[in-house]
């Protein structure tokens, strides 16, 4: 499932991946945004285009995201539903359940669901404003 913007919520597309596909993988095919039929859908990304992934690890339940300086070049007011598309996608992998993110390997504040800054790994219930109505 990759987590795409619909409206001011987040909209789950399920998409085929390569069997052994890691979660850097997965952030790649979200970093390339909605397909032509998704757009058409009405479906957006406020997750750049120009977001570098430099990759995923993941320990004990919690993945690191460590992206590329542009990271940081997202629209303010975008901020919070990038991450969350990041958020929703990865912990909708078994084993992740949070996810940090870092920059050069350097820990980095991202907005939680209110917008406050947080160094902390972030949950989806830290975005329930934007969670899909379904619950996905």
């Known amino acids: 499932a ?4 619909d409206g001011d919520r987040l909209e789950p597309v399920f998409r085929e991946v390569p069997e052994g596909a890691t979660p850097e993988d997965v952030l790649v095919a979200l970093t390339d945004g909605p397909t032509v039929a998704e757009a058409r859908r009405g479906l957006t990304s406020a997750v750049s285009d120009s ?3 430099r ?8 993945a690191t995201v460590d992206l590329g300086p542009a990271a940081v070049e997202v629209r303010s007011d975008d901020q919070p ?5 990041v958020v929703f996608t990865l912990t909708a992998r078994p084993g992740i359940g949070r996810v940090s993110f870092t920059i050069g390997g350097e820990p980095i504040d991202v907005p939680d669901g209110s917008g406050a800054l947080t160094g902390d790994a972030v949950a989806r219930e830290d975005y329930a404003a934007v969670a899909p109505p379904s619950g996905s």
Do not use: D, K, P
């Open 2 to 5: 990759l987590f795409f913007v």
């Open 51 to 53: 977001t570098t992934i």
């Open 55 to 62: 990759g995923v690890s993941v320990s004990r339940g919690v």
């Open 81 to 85: 539903l990038s991450v969350a598309q």
